[in-house]
């Protein structure tokens, strides 16, 4: 069976740098401004990156940007400072892979940040497919996360790999 592998980094295009948002401390909504300071935590199964926003009494907010798994074999992690400028993931043409004979795609999520539906994202990355089309495929395990049928609002982190039986 042949199939074509791929390698995304996911990186939300955020345009504004000041979030409105409630802070409980000044008991009301202000704006928050991303201080660019980022801050990593683990729990022993995840380590997450946060970006530390602040109002303008300096009071702080975290916002979680990215959630990476846990390896024993510690891998290296690519870090989003190395891409500073947006770019756009190449759309897939399954039709043509199809055509050529392969069966499967691979895709292998090598960073995020922000948060990406499976189903949103494969909507707009792969030509001639509707959301409804990508929900019905996920449902009926043509599209699987990390070998397992996931919900079509699943939400993907860094090292996630998806496998689409192109048909």
């Known amino acids: 069976m042949l199939t074509n592998e791929h390698t995304w980094v ?16 000044c008991g009301r909504t202000v704006p928050f401004l991303d201080t660019m300071i980022r801050r990593h935590n683990s729990n022993g ?5 946060f970006a530390i926003y602040k109002c303008v009494k300096n009071h702080t907010w975290n916002e979680k ?28 043409h399954l039709s043509q892979y199809l055509e050529n004979g392969v069966q499967e795609v691979t895709i292998l999520i090598e960073h995020v940040e922000g948060r990406f ?3 949103k994202l494969l909507a707009e990355q792969i030509e001639g497919w ?24 699943f939400t993907l982190s860094a090292r996630d790999t998806i496998k689409i039986r192109v048909l």
Do not use: M, W
């Open 65 to 92: 940007l990215a959630t990476y798994k846990a390896y024993t074999d510690h891998r290296e992690v690519l870090d989003a400072e190395t891409f500073e400028q947006p770019f756009e993931l190449p759309r897939l």
């Open 45 to 49: 199964k995840n380590v997450y990156r």
């Open 130 to 153: 509707s959301r409804n089309q990508v929900i019905h495929r996920i449902k009926a395990g043509q599209i699987l996360v990390n070998h397992q049928i996931v919900k079509p609002g």
């Open 10 to 25: 996911l990186i939300e295009n955020k345009q504004e740098q000041e979030v409105l948002r409630y802070c409980s401390n």
């Open 117 to 119: 539906r499976i189903d």
